[in-house]
């Protein structure tokens, strides 16, 4: 878990990505955080600074093909560059426009063309030419003729259709963006009276080219999962292909179904706001596989499914937290050791025969492989940790502030190693490579 605590700006995480060089960043209620697997660095909006962030409330967040980071706030977007660590701000300057929405970003991704789109919180959608930075507005109508004023949620898929977090009738809409025209999708089961009630919180595309919506009814606040075959044209309820008499009394119960995501092996999560996060294959009725903390407010929010499968989780009010989806055995330690366990952080993790070895901020524990017992080996903030390959007996250990380390196990020794050049016991060694 990423937490206050451990750096992170603000407990509540609204989106999360992993950019092309392995950073994690969380959009968050009060500002931006690029995590590097250690620390975080946090970037906010300051005044007069007009390279900072616009504001600091972060809902959305994607990547273009040169490295950029496009950030969605609450007062209008910016594009990062990541090396000079700096951001334009692309913000509505007309006040009517201002007042009706259009800096308050809700959503944002990028087209076949490297072009942003965004979805406001009342005036339509507009996109950025990644080119010119030139503004267009679509979609907005001063009647909200078109239910598309306010976008909560947009996505675009592998044929460039941008699909719209809103309904118009029982229909779900998408934007050709090639030709320039609506397409409409309707919903089975969902009765057109009762579109106004219903919302798209999440869109999803697999590798089978499937479209998958999340719904939330506003008047229950139960989630709904939906799903469109490639070449198809009409939504369907997934629970209505899983072959069970218990199916409806199951999936009624979930809640909002905020976030989506799967992997090219054709395992799919989804997160209910309440109810926690789901996991199946296709055909396959949802399992629990992750239930929402019990602190207070600590209610989920977004779901990115990272490099070597790591799922990563932004809640409402708990911080960052990840697992291993594919590891039934991912939460063993933690629901064995518990509250008892010294280390918030966990930076590594070494083994030997008889013991588990764990560094983080607050030291290196010994945990048993019956883990009935640990203890505290060294109380400084270790950054990683190797086994030597002669010496079994010996853990070379990397330290913040406290340089090179070798522990000799049997006689609970450290001893700060020596160069020629001198101690290294004032430096950061944050990566160990044992050469054979």
Not at 124 to 132: A, C, E, L, Q
Not at 145 to 153: A, C, E, G
Not at 176 to 184: C, Q, W
Not at 387 to 392: E, P, S, T
Request: with cysteine; proline share 2%; hydrophobic share 35%.
């Amino acid at each position: 878990r990423i937490f206050i605590q451990q750096g992170l700006s603000q407990s509540r995480i609204l989106s999360i990505i992993e950019d092309d060089r392995g950073f994690m960043w969380f959009g968050s209620a009060d500002g931006l955080n690029r995590y590097d697997g250690y620390a975080t660095k946090i970037f906010r909006h300051k005044v007069n600074d007009s390279t900072s962030l616009p504001n600091n409330f972060i809902n959305s967040m994607v990547e273009d093909q040169d490295g950029n980071i496009w950030v969605g706030t609450k007062d209008g977007a910016a594009l990062f560059n990541p090396y000079t660590e700096t951001f334009v701000s692309f913000r509505e300057t007309d006040s009517a426009k201002n007042e009706l929405g259009a800096n308050l970003i809700a959503s944002c991704a990028l087209d076949s063309n490297q072009d942003l789109w965004c979805g406001t919180f009342g005036y339509g959608i507009f996109k950025i030419d990644h080119n010119t930075f030139e503004k267009q507005y679509f979609l907005y109508s001063p009647d909200d003729s078109l239910h598309l004023n306010h976008i909560s949620k947009i996505f675009i898929d592998s044929q460039n259709h941008l699909w719209l977090g809103a309904f118009h009738d029982n229909m779900m809409i998408s934007y050709d963006i090639t030709k320039d025209e609506l397409d409409r999708y309707p919903m089975e089961g969902i009765k057109a009276s009762e579109h106004k009630q219903f919302r798209p919180n999440a869109f999803f595309e697999d590798s089978q080219h499937r479209i998958w919506v999340g719904l939330v009814d506003y008047m229950s606040t139960k989630g709904s999962l939906y799903y469109m075959e490639s070449g198809q044209s009409v939504f369907r309820n997934y629970k209505d292909i899983i072959e069970s008499d218990f199916a409806s009394i199951y999936f009624d119960s979930f809640n909002s179904i905020v976030s989506i995501t799967g992997n090219k092996e054709g395992q799919y999560w989804f997160a209910s706001l309440l109810s926690g996060i789901f996991s199946f294959k296709f055909g396959e009725t949802p399992v629990a596989n992750y239930t929402v903390s019990p602190q207070k407010d600590a209610t989920i929010n977004f779901l990115c499914l990272g490099s070597n499968n790591i799922l990563w989780i932004g809640t409402n009010g708990y911080g960052v937290e990840l697992s291993v989806p594919d590891k039934s055995d991912f939460n063993l330690i933690s629901s064995r050791i518990n509250s008892r366990f010294p280390i918030a952080s966990i930076r590594t993790f070494n083994e030997d025969d008889y013991n588990y070895w764990v560094g983080g901020y607050n030291g290196l524990v010994k945990i048993s492989k019956d883990f009935e017992k640990f203890e505290t080996v060294y109380e400084g903030s270790i950054y990683t940790l190797a086994g030597d390959m002669h010496d079994k007996n010996l853990l070379w250990a990397g330290s913040e502030g406290g340089g090179l380390l070798k522990y000799n196990k049997e006689k609970n020794l450290f001893t700060h190693v020596e160069l020629n050049s001198g101690k290294l016991d004032d430096f950061n060694i944050k990566y160990i490579y044992i050469i054979v």
